[in-house]
């Protein structure tokens, strides 16, 4: 049974009118009568008759819309949430740290998203992953993806990383003597052996950890004080020159024992259930132009 015949059936039978239910469900009237007709075909049973200039509906045709009125309420439903008017009024939810929401993200929203709806999610990888798949989060980045059969994991870009401080502080130092900040959260269940949040092989190169601190932005803070140095991405680096005054821009520190340049891969995450949108497609342009800032 056609659920369009029983909706323009159940649309006359609340009008009492075909030229009504023509004008509500802009379909003309001949095309109303040719689908109750095929209606009363199918079920062997007259829906309506003629009534003076109009039209009544039978008994039988008052119980089939009784019935199924909420069929029809229901598939309208689901149409309503699948259009594309309320799809475009929903919030986009990503999710990622703050890495990528302190200097980059509000970029890309200010270009990309501009009077879109957007809800930023700071969240610790695993925590990110689990976000992903209850669909709190639609768009993970992250450069510390944790696998899960559930989601589906996009390499974008490299980005280069070094050691930050401010200008002739710390260069020639010894390595090991030269104090950092880092990130307070441990990691658990990333493939790699990096176990805190800035990414450095702590499995290969130990440091001297002075600091510890839970935002980036302290982080940065206590290097524009000369206290430290931090292990940060360059183009975090090259954003915050930017917005800081002279005396605090930060350099890349010169130690006696130089370290191979570093990079660290960028990750982009969605369900598996979650086709890949223009959304997604307009942040991962958005990530590799930052190797191109």
Not at 96 to 115: A, D, H, M, R
Not at 267 to 290: Q, W
Request: hydrophobic share 40%; aromatic share 6%.
């Amino acid at each position: 049974m056609d659920m369009n015949k029983l909706h323009y059936f159940c649309t006359v039978e609340q009008t009492g009118s075909l030229a009504k239910a023509s004008e509500l469900l802009h379909i003309s009237q001949p095309a109303i009568s040719k689908a109750i007709k095929s209606l009363e075909g199918e079920l062997g049973k007259k829906l309506i008759i003629p009534s003076g200039r109009g039209i009544s509906i039978t008994d039988d045709g008052k119980l089939l819309a009784k019935k199924a009125r909420p069929l029809v309420d229901s598939v309208t439903g689901l149409k309503d949430i699948f259009s594309q008017d309320v799809l475009a009024g929903a919030p986009l939810s990503i999710g990622t740290f703050e890495v990528f929401s302190t200097y980059f993200l509000g970029q890309v929203i200010s270009k990309e998203f501009k009077n879109r709806a957007v809800d930023v999610l700071e969240l610790m990888p695993g925590e990110l992953e689990k976000s992903i798949c209850d669909r709190s989060v639609d768009i993970g980045i992250t450069y510390l993806p944790i696998p899960n059969p559930d989601i589906d994991i996009f390499k974008i870009m490299k980005i280069e990383m070094g050691i930050y401080g401010l200008k002739n502080k710390f260069d020639k130092s010894k390595l090991s003597e030269v104090p950092f900040v880092v990130p307070i959260q441990k990691l658990v269940g990333t493939p790699s052996k990096v176990r805190g949040l800035d990414g450095w092989p702590d499995d290969k190169i130990p440091r001297n950890i002075l600091y510890r601190v839970t935002m980036m932005e302290t982080a940065l803070e206590l290097c524009r004080q000369g206290v430290c140095v931090g292990y940060f991405p360059k183009f975090i680096i090259d954003l915050h020159n930017k917005k800081v005054k002279s005396s605090h821009v930060l350099h890349e520190v010169k130690h006696r024992e130089p370290l191979k340049k570093s990079t660290q891969d960028v990750y982009m995450i969605k369900r598996k259930s979650h086709l890949e949108t223009s959304d997604f497609k307009k942040i991962s342009k958005s990530l590799r132009m930052l190797n191109h800032s």
